[in-house]
């Protein structure tokens, strides 16, 4: 193993002969220790799974709520992340609460790194809470069960930080999101804005060609299979068969490309492959109660977007009951969340953005073009960008007009404008957008909507066939012991017992690997047969690549075929030649509310004094570009600052910026008439409340084009010179009235 390259004769076959001899001594090493990592992998999987409370976070936590001891127990807990001591939380600043996903692995994800999400929010000065979970669930647990534990979570964060300027900003992360998004609808009150990361929203939601997960349930024959697989469990769903429908969605990765990168950096990679692999192997069981839930809701019914599901006290699901704003991650690198299952829920619940804003909701995304699922809320490259963007502008994100937008991001440069207001390195815009923008992604046609409909209504004939003629019988033989064994005997599981310390033969490789360690002999990086080692790899990734394709397309043809067939749709009571709508009117009640709202902000457009003539005057200018920079949210802090005897709390601020934007979308030239009324007349204060204006919308560049015409207009109606600059005027006094 410490052989020396020999020396032998020169030519071209010698040095030929050289490199072999260096590559073989240098791939024999490289697989012994890439065998001995596998040991270490096996036995941190042994060492994780024997915890009580398995997690991957960084951080040091103190537990706050304990779940199991509620009055309805759950296996879920609410901590508080201990800040490092590099880290100063300001107790003032809204709390940020991680919620991670119980999609089969254990909880820890949104801490796993210092640039995680919980690392930038506290970076950012925010407390930070975890809601994580146990292995295994409480009897009888649910997931409306576990919306109203986390109910308490949120309430006894609230609790604990009663003079934050704002209600807690909840992450929801991949599975987590939905839950999130479904607890919001029902207790809107309790929530500040929402971060949905890689959350299924819209789950038949997609394109030809692409995201064949879609299809899964109606080519095994719907939910049947999760009844089986439950009750083979002995009512609990092991989640490695979640974590196992993942890697098949990446054949290439999962066999080759993620041991392969280990194998040739197996001097460099070993501690970020381990560090990984803890996670990923740290599977966890739901009830059987669960896992057919989110089946039946949400993977085949589609029913969360539709607002179709059901609580026990009889209220429905309605996300557009959320009154918080919302910011949704998706990407488009990889097949596991699209941006159209992300997004599609917003064209199921509103006909236009009139109707979003009609709601009073704020909806916010943005779409990563390459990153993979994962990567949206592991990934430190994200989270040095957005979720470090999002979390130091999320009181922008909470004052943001009600609208849809798409959050940019521009790298800060020396030629930026007013640099010194921009937080991070990235300066962040909302850019306004329209439902168009939305359905460009592409989407299901009325034919591919009859065609989930008809899977559905397949799973719940399967299903109920299932129920009365199978599960008595399953559910009789399968003992908790048979149970147990079973899931020790999953090939993930397997995988990681079977090249541990416990297997004899691996103590001979811990040998060979720690001789090694002391002789290390890596090939140069020239040497020719680790360039042809690479093109071997690449070509195995090719086919396993093509393999893949070629079946997912099998699988997106037959579905569209079995389900498009106008005989099936007919005999599950399905209209061949419907066209079907998931989009719900708005209500009798909450038009009518809405018809009142109006009513009082109409007459309220004369009331107010110069700020809200300044507030009204800034939406009015700033609503030209179409866009919310966020240089001028931060010079209008600033501004707030100064003068913070006059200082309003955040939510007063938020709902004065809400009312004056309703009434220039009611009567836009009535609201600007209004305003010379609610201006004192002391010139001075007029100056100033102008200069601070001006200040506010040149943060983010020069005022050109309609911004300017309509800033020439405000400075008639202000009385002052449209060039007023920011100097010798008095104070801008907010409080200052008409007389």
């Known amino acids: ?34 065998l001995d990592i596998m040991r270490q992998r096996g036995d941190q999987y042994r060492e994780h799974v024997a915890q009580t409370a398995p997690h991957v976070l960084q951080y040091a936590a103190e537990l706050i709520l304990d779940g199991r001891k509620l009055d309805e127990p759950v296996n879920y807990a609410l901590v508080r992340i201990i800040p490092p001591r590099d880290v100063e939380i300001d107790l003032n600043r809204r709390p940020f609460v991680v919620i991670d996903p119980r999609a089969g692995h254990g909880p820890g994800i949104g801490g796993f790194k210092a640039d995680s999400e919980i690392g930038v929010a506290m970076k950012a000065g925010h407390p930070c809470y975890f809601i994580g979970f146990l292995p295994e669930p409480m009897p009888g647990q649910t997931i409306e069960r576990i919306a109203r534990a986390e109910a308490i979570f949120i309430e006894k964060v609230i609790s604990r930080h009663p003079d934050a300027e704002g209600k807690p900003c909840v992450i929801g992360n ?33 394109v030809h060609g692409k995201y ?18 439950s009750d083979l469990g002995a009512g609990k769903f092991d989640g490695a068969w979640l974590v196992q429908n993942f890697e098949n969605q990446n054949p290439s990765n999962t066999l080759w490309t993620k041991q392969y990168n280990v194998y040739s950096k197996v001097d460099t990679e070993a501690n970020r492959y381990l560090e990984f692999e803890r996670w990923w192997g740290g599977h966890v069981n739901l009830n059987a109660e669960e896992i057919q839930f989110i089946v039946d809701e949400l993977f085949i019914g589609n029913n969360l977007a539709a607002g179709k599901i059901e609580v026990s006290d009889g209220r429905r699901v309605d996300l557009r009951n959320i009154q918080s704003p919302i910011v949704v991650f998706c990407s488009e690198g990889d097949n596991v969340t699209p941006p159209q299952q992300a997004l599609d829920w917003i064209l199921d619940c509103y006909a236009d953005v009139d109707e979003i804003r009609a709601y009073g909701q704020t909806i916010v995304y943005t779409v990563h073009k390459s990153i993979g699922h994962l990567g949206i809320f592991v990934s430190g490259g994200v989270a040095k960008k957005e979720h470090a963007e999002f979390s130091s502008n999320i009181d922008l994100i909470d004052v943001l007009p009600p609208g849809l937008y798409e959050a940019t991001f521009e790298a800060k440069g020396e030629e930026t404008t007013s640099s010194d207001l921009v937080v991070g390195q990235w300066v962040m815009r909302c850019e306004a957008r329209t439902l168009d923008d939305i359905r460009a992604m592409g989407g299901n046609s009325p034919e591919d909507e009859r065609r989930f409909a008809a899977a559905k209504r397949v799973s719940e004939l399967n299903l109920a066939a299932y129920q009365k003629f199978v599960q008595p019988w399953i559910k009789t033989m399968v003992t908790p012991q048979m149970a147990e064994t079973m899931r020790h005997l999953h090939p993930l599981r397997l995988q990681y017992e079977a090249l541990s310390s416990q297997n004899p033969w691996m103590a001979a490789v811990k040998s060979a690997a720690d001789e090694i360690e002391d002789n290390r002999k890596p090939a140069s990086g020239d040497n020719p047969f680790l360039a042809f080692q690479e093109q071997i ?9 093509s393999w893949r394709d070629a079946q997912e397309a099998l699988s997106e043809t ?16 399905i209209d061949p030649k419907s066209e079907p709508s998931r989009r719900r009117e708005m209500s009798s009640e909450h038009r009518a509310m809405l018809e009142k709202r109006v009513a009082q902000l109409k007459s309220g457009i004369g009331e107010g004094g110069l700020r809200e003539a300044a507030i009204r005057s800034l939406l009015y200018i700033g609503s030209a570009r179409g866009m919310v920079d966020e ?9 707030r600052r100064d003068y ?28 600007l008439a209004a305003i010379q009324k609610l201006l004192p007349e002391d010139v001075n204060q007029r100056r100033a409340a102008f200069a601070a204006i001006r200040e506010v919308l040149s943060a983010s560049g020069e005022i050109t ?34 007389s």
């Open 558 to 573: 037959i579905f569209l075929n079995v389900y498009g067939s106008p005989a099936l749709q007919a005999a599950v009571g």
């Open 537 to 545: 790899s690449k070509q195995i990734v090719h086919a396993l690549d």
């Open 631 to 639: 240089r001028s949210i931060e010079a209008l802090r600033q501004i």
């Open 174 to 206: 991949c599975q987590a999101g939905w839950a999130v998004m479904i607890l919001a609808s029902l207790r809107p009150e309790l929530f500040g804005p929402l971060i949905i990361a890689g959350a299924p929203l819209a789950y038949w939601a997609g």
């Open 705 to 738: 084009g309609e911004r300017a015409s309509r800033l020439q207009r405000i400075a008639a109606l202000f009385g002052v010179d449209p060039g007023e600059g920011v100097s010798n005027v008095a104070p801008f006094d907010p409080k200052a009235k008409a």
């Open 212 to 229: 064949p997960m879609r299809y899964s349930g109606g080519l095994l024959g719907g939910s049947w299979l999760t009844a089986l697989t």
């Open 1 to 34: 193993m410490s052989m020396e390259k020999p020396n032998l004769p020169g030519g071209p076959l010698s040095g030929l002969v050289a490199s072999a001899v260096e590559y073989m001594v240098d791939a024999s090493q490289r697989s012994v220790l890439f």
């Open 644 to 671: 913070s005897g006059q200082r309003m709390t955040l939510p007063e601020f938020k709902m004065l910026v809400r009312e004056q934007f309703f009434m220039l979308l009611i009567d836009r030239e009535g609201a």
